[in-house]
């Protein structure tokens, strides 16, 4: 950890705190159900070999942030991974005290011989970066789950809302649990696979799902007892997170968007303050399979949210070994494959 230093003559961030001054050291886990599930330690320790809060503090000692984040072990590497950006603590938490945290941030994960930091998971949408990071833009949508029922509805898409009404006309049931996770791995699996993507493991899809505990759910959509389409949606009264779905090839038409609709009113009636659709590509191109994404997420009246995922080797060859590995099995990572976006606006 660095050593305290005199604040004479040093620059200021615009809070007006001396951009050395910030200090980040690992703090006890005390979530709530007012923070993201993401930060639980169920949830940290059912994803990460070691895991812990790194908490933020100025001069004064006033705590300023936290930052949860899960180390991976898989021979010979040591990964960092942060499943939720930065949570603020202090209103006056500014960007620039948060890339100076984040500088700390990566001092401290040294000092615990992390190999490398690699991106976060698609929930995660930092404000900015540490120094010497390798970033790309990155986004999600969002959906304020405080307005009234009838203003989310009049936000969605037309087409989109007269889809939701013709699958709810032509019977799709929805129904609402946490069991069956396997048969929602099976289905969500097929989904990604069908679109060229790899998806975790049952043994992982089962260690997360009881990681979230009573703090999941997964919505099914099925027609005269078929499975259409289902949904998994970890949640606090935080957030409720879209995190991976799937539908059956040739299912009936709308059933995604109609578990979609009635998650949302499922967690607004629960008191949940917003529901992110989680992760989006920053103008991806015309007619990709990722600007369908995008659209889909758009067309429900989210707010677009834009900030940074990134990146951070501490060693030079275990992060080519990374990268290598990441080409091979799926073209790079995200931050590789978006990078040149934030490098063609500088």
């Known amino acids: 950890m660095p050593k305290d230093v005199s604040h004479q003559g040093l620059a ?53 942030c936290v930052l949860p984040y899960t180390l991976i072990r898989k021979p010979p590497l040591r990964m960092v991974r942060f499943r939720v950006e930065t949570i603020p603590l202090a209103e006056d938490f500014g960007i620039d005290d948060e890339k100076e945290f984040l500088n700390r941030v990566l001092e401290y994960l040294n000092g615990l011989r992390a190999d490398i930091v690699i991106p976060a998971s698609t929930n995660a949408i930092f404000r900015t970066y540490p120094d010497g990071a390798i970033a790309a833009p990155y986004a999600t949508f969002v959906i304020d789950l405080t307005q009234t029922e009838d203003e989310i509805w009049r936000k969605i898409n037309h087409t989109y809302r007269k889809d939701i009404q013709n699958a709810a006309q ?11 996770p396997e048969k929602a791995h099976a289905l969500i699996r097929d989904t990604f696979k069908s679109s060229g993507l790899s998806f975790m493991d049952l043994r992982s899809f089962q260690r997360l799902i009881r990681g979230l505990g009573q703090h999941v ?9 078929v499975l259409q389409s289902a949904a998994v949606f970890p949640y606090s009264r935080y957030c409720a997170y879209g995190v991976y779905g799937g539908s059956v090839p040739g299912g009936v038409p709308g059933a995604f968007k109609l578990i979609q609709w009635e998650a949302v009113k499922l967690f607004r009636g629960l008191g949940v303050q917003r529901y992110d659709l989680v992760g989006s590509r920053v103008n991806p191109e015309k007619g990709s399979k990722q600007e369908g994404i995008m659209l889909f997420k758009k067309h429900f009246g989210a707010e677009w949210v834009q900030g940074y995922i ?33 490098l063609g606006s500088a």
């Open 170 to 180: 032509k019977g799709l049931r929805v129904r609402v649990g946490s069991e069956e």
């Open 217 to 225: 759910k997964i919505f099914w959509a099925e027609s005269d007892g």
């Open 12 to 64: 200021l961030t615009k809070s007006g705190r001396p951009v050395t001054g910030i200090k980040a050291r690992p703090v006890p886990i005390a979530w709530h159900d007012g923070l993201s599930i993401f930060a639980s330690e169920p949830f940290l320790s059912s994803v990460g070999d070691e895991y812990g809060w790194i908490g933020g503090f100025d001069e004064k000692e006033r705590p300023l």
């Open 310 to 342: 990134w990146k951070y080797p501490f060693s030079r060859w275990k992060y080519l070994a990374y990268r290598l590995a990441t080409r091979l099995r799926r073209g790079g990572d995200i931050v590789d494959c978006e990078r040149h976006k934030l």
